[in-house]
């Protein structure tokens, strides 16, 4: 709710309320305020503006972490297509985003969506700054940070939900059609989300809590990949007509560990940059907790993972362990301004859990999830958000709706357009091509081209 | 021009103005300054050093991100010297800029050189504040930047510049001679060039604007691969008796692929450290904005890349999709701080365009780039200095200008030390080692000792 | 010193003076301070703060960097270990140091350790002022840093010196043995160390300086791996009968490339952010010079190794000047903060040289190190710890008391340690799983799997 009333705060219409306060403050401050040295106006602005662009840099990070676990992840037949869709996900993503998405998502936003405007830009005051006028600089201030710094760091936000997508279809989904769902996920069904939460709209209103994004990132990736994996099926020859299962592990195991600490690195700005604001001390002690606790639910979820992955999976999986991680960041990400840090120890746990036992549930219900994205994303999604009733404050029934709601949406729209997709442009590749592989068939660049490769078995699966 | 007159006001004369100024301000801000709660003296030293450390450290990363694009571009058999090479290059940059070069680019420039002095070191004022003097911080503080700062981030400049080379004439020139032209590039060669440009010379004042570097550090890069490509020659067997040419495509596309990523999240630092502070809403205004048009202009690069590869070269080329990126990156780095964010989105798409056509011109050419670095970075560079005279209001006669003159001196300086080495210490390694590899051959390192890898065919090349 | 007196006086008694100090300046500065524009109270929290979390987060990505060094040094049967070690042991020493280590390290030290108690959070004040109560702000400011970046800053810390040791044993030792060690090291053994320096114990009283670790982190990690290189043996067959010794080259160059790079930059955090403040002009000059010697040692390091690998080791390693730049970076981490950056030069070369020739020492003494982390860490450790008193002002005398005793701490307290794990779960794999590799023999998952790769030869070692 903090992040919601903040950003709806800073972009609506409570700006004018913003102008009224800073002023305010203003004159009292010279007689009050200086003797105890506090954060003012300008540099506030700038640390603010700032914050996000550090931040904001690290969570575009997260795409090279995803690309990498990913295409780490695939058998290597797959592994340049994984390159090419992560690269160009990131791309329309950005681009959507800035003629679309964030004016949807923030822009005077009614209760369900925002403005139908293309494009979005610096402020007047600013570009009058940005031009000469000096005696704009209180105006542009007022606004409490860099118009597009804020653009910034909500737009590598929508690059993340989209990369979450990716890997789950991946091996079989066609470049082109993906790249449709994701322009229409980016420009479209993510910012309308986007609009009931962060933008002010109708979940916010109830009070719903998400700092950072379990549900509304991570969750609405991960039921946009559920509907997609549903929509497309498993791998040919995964689920084998004898009932077994054909493993189907990392193909580089160096590159898919890269790609979760990339990704534990990136979360610090993710959440970090939650905050969305540093003009304080408040700010600068909130996040700081922020990260202690993003690393302790991720170390948590490791370890957890690794320990219940014997019981549960038949071995210690490393695979299941790099997960534990990702489990235990989206697990912390709905309420990592928790006060007390042995909670985040204890979300990620079972963050960690939740995922290595939902690997195991998608395998017996046939759904051939290639990366572990439904159990990372969307159980420990769904978890976190749950819990940050528990530990942050929120309350449960609402949390409840926001789960219900966003998951509705999320899934049926995913599910009609996959399902739109698959029947006029087609969304799976032929046989043919699966079997040899989307690097040579499709795309016609090998992402190991001089290296000897062991040959694939397929067996009866058509 | 902003950036070099920044810079020359900073670095040199224009101290004394600065500190007149800063006193005047200093006098009145009780009065007025403080009821708008400005950023003053110190904080604002503090945040345009900060600012420095933080963009200079991720422009570093770019090193980091070059050598994983050329080493998974070029045959495994000549990978591990690419590694040696580019940890090299940033190593003897480091210290060539240190001993020499940063004198000669921003000392006392007079027109077209600076101070022929070794070594370079903090102030005096910040040394007698070191050493416990508290006096000496007014003066300290009126220099805008901690001295050192801004020598860190000029630092990883030049390393860009150096590393740009490597890959366009890698897998066949001797190690020593390569390290041989970059110290002589790193320590003179850029360093006159910079000293024209943001150390205040000719070019500076003539009103030459280029913000972080399209012509300064990506053209000269591109210029000096050229010359060394002509002089070297082609890889052997790459352009066949019968008028073929041989299919070289990356040996690693994961690496390729994650140096892509790296460059883009480097290039944050690389144009959002150029605004070259941070003290003022302004500076953070427009360094929002810089961000935000180099993710445009990347994301624009990608898509146009990517659309146009098929009809340009005959496929759906990932190779391009990802040099679109690189694309997008270099012609928006001449003028990030547009105010029209989508004149970003066609700088960065015209970009991709002009690297992918430039891809198949060269080799037409018959001119071997391995990595497409002259394409990305000479001709995208150019391109990008014109454009900041369409969208940042440069003047296009003194663009032009300003390309041709560093065109001329970077490309014949280049060609005649190349020559030079090359007639000296002899520039190419034999045909054995280069058949064999420079791993084996030169190095005694091979890259992946342990894979077994399909022996490369040659014909009749010789 | 300085920095152990800094964090002395942050987090422990002398917080009483800072307050009293920090309560006279809030008189004072209206009259005189305001006027010349310095730093104030907010201001320098945030700017402290942010120091910490932004460093810290590089530091983080040093984990990732021993990873990738790691994984790609040993043979490709025992990488997927390696990644599953490395996350292990960051998420255990994250957890050890919430749950014990930091509290032993800093919570009112009294000479030789600090408090057995369990968990660490956010000050009362800090509650308060989260909790709403604004008027907590002045007792929070008055830390100089939020309480849990200073953790998180001091948690990363732990987590290198535990990667150290991961290298060196690497492809022999048990994974749950190992496991166990770091919980040791992390929880008791490195805070001890912590105490008597950082902490304020007695080697700081005595005035020992190292500034961000040469000894108290590096060759902490490099003492603890050499007694466990004692303990456990060298590898099978890696010391042949006949006297020759077998070569164990990098399985994968570009990612042991990439870990070197990933360091340099992380230790740009290491050190930048050892000066634990940004909230003045000397602050932030002090930094900015840390960072220019950091890249110059690692730069020196770099060049010295490469020159001195081929008389030294009979031919240009790669893999000796990839460790020159660990070897310089590690060597001036005890002094950064030097005012002539030549002496940065000197001591970077020396330690390249050093690391050099300690390859070479490690094994004529059948030593079996196989990612060189003794050379390294601890001989550079060593010698970085004795430069300080040549170019930073430390006592020579002092500054080998504190080499000693840290020496001879970790040494024992690991050996001892070590043979007790040794003698009760073991700690060494069978030699069939040590023949067959790790990841198939003990984790399951291969690194490669789809990949071809040769057999490795096995001798009379047994």
Known sequence: MELAQRNRVFTKSGIAAVVVLTLGLLFLRPLVVHAAGLVEG???FVLNTFAFLVWGALVMWMCAGFTMLESGAVR????SMICLKNIGIYSIAGLAYFILGYNLMYVDVGGFIGRFTIFYGSSTSELALLGGAAGAAPEVVSNGFAVMSDWFFQMVFVATTASIVSGAIAERV????FFLFTLILTAVLYPIIGAWTWGGGWLSEMGFVDFAGST??????GWAALAGL???????????KDGSVKPTPPSNVLVVTLGVFILWLGWFGFNGGSQLALGSALDAVAMSNVLVNTNLAAAA???????????LLGNMDLFAGLNGA???LVSITAGPNVNDHWWAIIIGAIGGVLCTAGIKWLTQLKIDDVVGAVPAHLLCGIWGTLAASIAAGAQLGVQIVGILAVGAFAFIASYIVWRLIDMT?????????????????????EAYPEFVLMPEEFGDED
């Open 42 to 44: 300008e540099t506030q």
């Open 76 to 79: 290597t037949k797959n592994a």
């Open 174 to 177: 066609k470049m082109w059609s």
């Open 216 to 221: 509304i990132v991570h969750s609405t990736g």
């Open 230 to 240: 549903i929509v497309i099926g498993p791998r040919l020859g995964k689920f084998r």
């Open 301 to 311: 979820g490791v370890v957890a993972a690794l320990a219940v992955s014997r019981p």
């Open 326 to 328: 990702i489990a235990g």
């Open 425 to 445: 442009v087609g969304l799976r590749v032929s046989k043919q091509v699966e079997r040899m592989g989307q690097d040579s068939g499709e795309l016609g660049i």
